[in-house]
């Protein structure tokens, strides 16, 4: 091309081109400058919230109530799409890219463990110290978001785990209708009776196997582990894993009785990956007798998130804590987890991230997201507020008065390892209950010191 | 005594190049070819070779997903490829990993692939056009509907537990790498039986004509005919179906999730669980290098193979 071609007579038209394009650019940049501070906020879309709607929704009227008090700051809500694992995977691959960093994010709690230990995340205890709603939390759930004595993940809320019995079905097999199961003995005998009366009902809905996850266990087996005779499956001290012990054989003969005697829910149910969420539909139909689920169950047939409605619910499904292995103090146990909310380290705009946050947890938007995530309030006077009782009016004091007996999983990286392998020896027995428990307790070991190590695991007799 | 006329008008070599340029009939280079290269060699190492070189690297890596290792990773030498030595699940992940792309890629797909194509050889148009019509679609079908078919037509209350009279049995469950493996040469076949429907019309009908007249029945007809002519087209249909197996992570992901107790456990997925949910990123690298060792292994294979027919050798050497 020669030099002749671009100076020509068409020169006022190029010249008229090369100028309006550098405008444009010129505009954006200012603009850019103009809309300085947006705060990124990640949430979970379709896993945490009882239904993705809720989730838009509330987090919606957080993005117009603090826009509208703070005009000079925008809320970029950036929902993450898929189950726990996977929302967990793509906040861990936005962290890592500096142009995605969420300034906040709505993490369940368990993982605050490794974003700190990836310096990912700020500490918040200066900013908490001047509220007046922090103090009010109970210790349990403090300490859920604190890491080496620093806070950093305000809860929203926890699960907690019963036992949720079908009156009806308890009427049919003879069973008393307050009922209150002080052995594991006792729920194997129950689901015997129900499976007596009613062949066609599934006697005991307990979630197993690695299909769902981390999650799965804290809200099946987990429970178990802690109402076991040996609850502590992590020393602590030592930093090693106990893959075999009274605790846990007392777990995997539970496992392996009630599916020797067919009294678990079919193997496709229980295993499904979306275990969790399948289950509060077959409760309306009278098809589950015993279901261990969490708090957020009875929660979806009311009126609010109808998945489906059910207001029979109320006096048709009895709430009883899940009692510890042999009657033993303190005779009840349940594992809990909670979502919490979380700052990042790399946030451009603290201050305006910290305002955000501290809008969040307003009473009625506290109470309300605590509603819609199915979680037990963090502040024991919220437990009595209209708001939350007539969420789910039968169940939901039961789910709350189990908070102080209620432990967290742990939350170092080797939990998953440990939770993978008590999933598969889980499941193993549930398949094959015919399988020894000695082998499934090798099972475990094996897995546990393959991946972590032989010097990581611990064997008490 | 017969005389050796020289030509009067023949040059040496070098004349003649100097004149009419180089020789067209063996391969030459020119300089300025690079240039002309250069974008697609570009795409290849930036697309290709960086990545791949990348993840390479980390495989030699403590670097996680998420923990102390996340930001700050270092290089690690040998360690992880003495963990991948001393993994049982992997030894057991590599043997899954040959059941399923070999079992039912190579030989499942071909088998279902052949019976259909030979089946559909003397159907009726239009019996021939709705089968085809089936088998494509069910190739063409996203993994993820295919994993939701299966699931619930293995599970229990599905079809075929409920066709083999066990309607509360299990059959995912109890025998995941079956169901997996059925449910990639159902998917597959459309495509195998396809490219087998063009080879067998590439099958010389005079050839089975003359063997007619030879009293040859069907079976003799198939198998010392049909099928010898067909056999480059088998093992390269067996090949391409392998290396395709070899990426259908998503069906066994959604179906079973590596399976109880680790029984379709194939390497991509144990590479995933590793990656995603134990969050060690760089072991998991090293189990994605040997993906792309064994990928590459049956990639060589299928280009030699493809090579060698080309040149007009074919592999084995058939009787007919």
């Known amino acids: 091309m020669k030099i002749r071609n671009i100076i020509n007579a068409n020169m006022p038209r190029r010249g008229l081109l090369a100028l309006a394009l550098t405008t444009a650019l010129g505009a954006g940049t200012t603009l850019a400058w103009a809309d300085a501070i947006t705060l990124k906020v990640a949430y979970s879309a379709d896993y945490f919230m009882s239904s993705p709607d809720l989730a838009k929704k509330w ?48 993490v369940p709690a368990p993982e605050i463990g490794q974003w700190v230990a990836s310096d990912l995340l700020a500490p918040l205890d200066d900013q908490l110290a001047k509220t007046d709603w922090w103090p009010q939390y109970v210790e349990p759930v403090k300490n859920e978001g604190t890491v080496d004595g620093k806070v950093y993940g305000v809860s929203q809320g926890v699960n907690t785990n019963a036992l949720l019995y079908d009156k009806t079905i308890f009427a049919k097999a003879n069973l008393p209708d307050d009922w209150k199961p002080k052995t594991w003995n006792d729920i194997l005998d129950a689901a015997r009776a129900i499976k007596k ?19 799965g266990v804290v809200l099946g087996a987990l429970n178990l582990m802690y ?32 599916a020797a005697e067919g009294l678990l829910a079919p193997a496709s149910q229980i295993l499904n990956a979306n275990g969790p969420g399948i289950v509060a539909p077959y409760l309306p139909k009278h098809q589950i007798g015993i279901t261990l689920g969490g708090n957020y169950v009875p929660q979806i047939w009311n009126n609010v998130i109808c998945g489906p409605c059910w207001p029979e619910g109320v006096k048709d499904i009895g709430i009883a804590p899940i009692p510890t292995s042999q009657g033993q103090a303190p005779g009840i146990a349940t594992a809990f987890s909670g979502w919490s909310l979380v700052m990042a380290k790399g946030s451009a705009h603290p201050d305006a991230a910290w305002k955000l946050i501290n809008f969040m947890f307003q009473k009625d938007l506290a109470l309300e997201v605590g509603n819609y995530g199915g979680l037990v309030p963090p502040i024991p006077s919220y437990i009595s507020e209209k708001a939350y009782i007539d969420f789910a009016p039968s169940t939901q004091k039961g789910f709350a008065d189990l ?59 | ?64 997903l998420i923990g102390p290792n996340a930001i700050h990773f270092r290089f690690t030498g040998l360690q992880n490829v003495y963990f991948l030595l001393s993994d049982q699940v992997f030894y057991r992940s590599i043997w899954l990993t040959l059941v399923f792309v070999v079992g039912s890629g190579a030989v499942g797909t071909t088998i279902l692939g052949l019976v259909i194509a030979l089946a559909l050889q003397s159907a009726l148009t239009s019996v021939r056009m709705v089968v085809s019509s089936l088998a494509i679609v069910a190739w063409t079908l996203p993994p993820a509907a295919i994993a939701i078919i299966w699931y619930a037509a293995t599970t229990q209350g599905g079809v075929f537990p409920v066709m083999f009279g066990y309607p509360h049995a299990d059959a995912l469950y109890d025998h995941a790498m079956l169901v997996v493996s059925l449910a990639n040469t159902w998917s597959l076949a459309g495509l195998a039986a396809i490219i087998f429907s063009a080879a067998l019309r590439n099958v010389p009908q005079e050839m089975l004509e003359a063997a007619k007249l030879e009293d040859a029945n069907a079976y003799q007809r198939l198998t010392r005919l049909t099928l010898p002519i067909l056999k480059p087209t088998i093992l390269t249909s067996a090949l391409l179906m392998t290396l395709l197996s070899f990426g259908n992570f998503t069906l066994i992901y959604l179906m079973t999730k590596g399976g109880p107790s680790g029984d379709s456990n194939i390497l991509p997925v144990y590479s995933y669980l590793q990656g995603f949910t134990f969050k060690k990123l760089g072991y998991a690298a090293l189990l994605g290098d040997v993906i792309v060792l064994m990928s590459g292994a049956l990639g060589i294979a299928y280009v030699w193979l493809a090579q060698a027919r080309r040149s007009g050798r074919s592999p084995k050497s058939f009787s007919v």
């Not at chain 1, 009366?197 to 999650?215: C, E, H, I, K, R």
């Open chain 1, 197 to 215: 009366s009613d062949p066609n009902v599934w006697p005991l809905w307990l979630l197993t196997g690695t299909a769902q996850g981390t999650q």
């Open chain 1, 59 to 106: 987090f919606g009227e957080i993005k117009d109530g603090f826009e509208k008090s703070n005009p000079d700051i925008k809320v970029d809500l950036v929902p993450i799409q898929g189950g726990y694992d996977d929302f967990l995977t793509k906040l861990s691959l936005m962290y890592s890219n500096a142009d995605e960093v969420p300034d906040v994010a709505e």
């Open chain 1, 403 to 461: 908070l102080p007996v209620a432990r967290s999983a742990p939350s170092n990286a080797g939990y998953k390892v440990w939770s993978f392998a008590i999933a598969q020896a889980t499941e193993t027995l549930v398949l094959h209950p015919e399988t020894p428990i000695d082998q499934a307790v090798e099972g475990m070991k094996a897995y546990v010191a393959g991946q972590l190590g032989d010097d990581k695991v611990e064997v008490r007799k």
């Open chain 1, 227 to 258: 109402g076991s005779a040996d609850p502590e499956f992590y020393n602590e001290k030592d930093d090693k894993w106990v893959v075999d012990g009274k605790g846990i054989r007392e777990v995997l003969d539970f496992y392996r009785t009630a």
């Open chain 2, 1 to 64: 005594m017969v005389e050796l006329v020289s030509n009067p008008d023949a040059r040496t070599l070098d004349a003649l190049v100097a004149e009419n340029g180089a020789r067209l009939d063996k391969p030459r280079f020119k300089p300025s070819s690079l240039l002309l290269l250069f974008p697609a060699a570009a795409l290849l190492i930036g697309l290709f070779i960086y990545p791949v070189g990348y993840s390479v690297y980390l495989g030699f890596t403590n670097l996680q």
